[in-house]
């Protein structure tokens, strides 16, 4: 019986594709590039300053520029954080009946505590997580089981009671190896060539509320 539902937050919780957008292109602005649409950023959106970087300017860390360029980005994502940021479809409806049914939900994310915790107070679901689990919580991040046991621990629940909805290979990579139950969310930020049936998962949604109908799987 699923006791818990744990979610990734970037592509699966929030639609938070617009704002990081308009950090890179803030961020190309300044080196006097044009912005990029929103369509080619989305799919990049889940895998952070590092991903979005490589994307916008084609650097990585080792890059000599890569430290200011990361700084603009993220000090203008933290200044705008959530302007045009929105929960994913019927996720709130999701949440409530959750909630309805006495049924725990957190928060298990690769973004780094100082934006998750804002970034949930300004959605108003804060309050309301069981847990929320940051990047930096544990020593290692997703795809390591760390952040999803360190959930488990905190809401006293066992893994194989949870359920993990996420929307990348390194979410069903992290749910497997905490021997937690993975379910994608294709509604997030996959791209198109992207081999879902080789990701180890238990199930594919194509909106939040069709979870429910996995709950007493």
Not at 20 to 48: D, F, K, M, V, Y
Not at 186 to 200: E, P
Not at 205 to 215: V, W
Request: a negative charge; proline letters at 6%; glycine letters at 8%.
């Amino acid at each position: 019986m699923i006791k818990a539902v744990l979610f990734d937050l970037d592509g699966t919780f929030a639609d938070t594709a617009p704002d990081l957008a308009a950090a890179l292109n803030h961020t190309r602005a300044t080196r006097h590039l044009p912005p990029l649409p929103l369509e080619t950023i989305r799919p990049q959106a889940s895998h952070g300053s590092r991903g979005l970087l490589k994307l916008g300017f084609g650097i990585e860390p080792d890059a000599p520029d890569y430290g200011a360029l990361r700084d603009i980005f993220l000090d203008y994502y933290e200044r705008h954080i959530c302007v045009h940021t929105r929960l994913f479809g019927d996720m709130g409806e999701l949440v409530a009946e959750l909630e309805r049914r006495n049924i725990k939900w957190g928060i298990v994310t690769n973004k780094p505590h100082r934006y998750t915790l804002p970034l949930m107070q300004a959605l108003g679901y804060a309050e309301r997580a069981a847990c929320l689990i940051s990047g930096d919580t544990c020593a290692r991040a997703k795809p390591y089981p760390d952040p999803l046991l360190k959930a488990c621990e905190l809401i006293g629940v066992a893994p194989d009671q949870c359920l993990y909805l996420g929307d990348d290979l390194r979410d069903m990579q992290a749910a497997n190896a905490a021997a937690m139950r993975g379910i994608i969310a294709r509604y997030g930020y996959i791209g198109d060539d992207a081999q879902l049936d080789s990701w180890g998962a238990h199930g594919v949604i194509d909106t939040p509320t069709e979870l429910l109908g996995l709950i007493a799987l």
